[in-house]
Each structure stands twice: as structure tokens, then as C-alpha cells.
């Protein structure tokens, strides 16, 4: 059974920063592409990062430069790196497969706000 649990959303002014986790059970981590996912209210879920097995990374255009992705397979964890955060950037986060597994996790509420 897959589950996906992340953690680390907040409350946060903006230009400063956040450190997502998401840690993983049900499935071999090493062997699959893994995605941090966002949805804003209103909006539909959009994929913002992604992470091959081999640890190469592709960003949406809009947190290239400002968010990292990356991943420790022997702890069941990826991880997304936020700086210079935008109050465009408020949405709850998800992490999951790339291309995803129909099961989502409960997400992480991440809001940008002076």
C-alpha cells in the first residue's frame, strides 16, 4: 500500500524559506521519478519539481532558481528546498511518483504572507 506523508509547510514572509520533507512507505524509492506537486486554491494541482532515479532535476519555470528537489532513497525521504519564497508560492504541497500514483497523500499547507 503506498502511503506519502509530508511535512514542513508553514507560515512563512516573503523571500524567506522552507524545507519540505515526504517520507514514503509501500514502494522501492531508488526505482521511480518522484514529483512535488502543488495546488492553490482554485486552481488545478501542477507539478513544480521532479527528481529521476538518477537524480536529475526539471523545474517548472516559475521556482527555477529558488527551489531544490532532491532525494535520500535509504531513508524513504525526498525533500524540496524553498528560498525566496513569493505569495504566489502559497498552496498546499504534495509529493508523489512521477507520473503519480492515484493515491495522494494529506499534503503540506505552505502560505506566503506579510
Known amino acids: 500500500q503506498v502511503k506519502l506523508v509530508e511535512s514542513g509547510g508553514g507560515l512563512v514572509q516573503p523571500g524567506g524559506s522552507l524545507s519540505l520533507s515526504c517520507t514514503i512507505s509501500g514502494f522501492v524509492l531508488k526505482l521511480y521519478a518522484m514529483g512535488w506537486y502543488r495546488q492553490a486554491p482554485g486552481k488545478e494541482r501542477e507539478l513544480v519539481a521532479n527528481i529521476g532515479a538518477s537524480g536529475a532535476s526539471l523545474y517548472t519555470a516559475s521556482v527555477k532558481g529558488r527551489f531544490t528537489i532532491s532525494r535520500d532513497d535509504s531513508k524513504n525521504t525526498v525533500y524540496l528546498q524553498m528560498n525566496n519564497l513569493k505569495p504566489e508560492d502559497t498552496a498546499v504541497y504534495y509529493c508523489?511518483?512521477?507520473?503519480?500514483?492515484?493515491?495522494w497523500g494529506q499534503g503540506t499547507q505552505v502560505t506566503v504572507s506579510s
Open positions: 508523489n511518483r512521477h507520473p503519480p500514483f492515484d493515491s
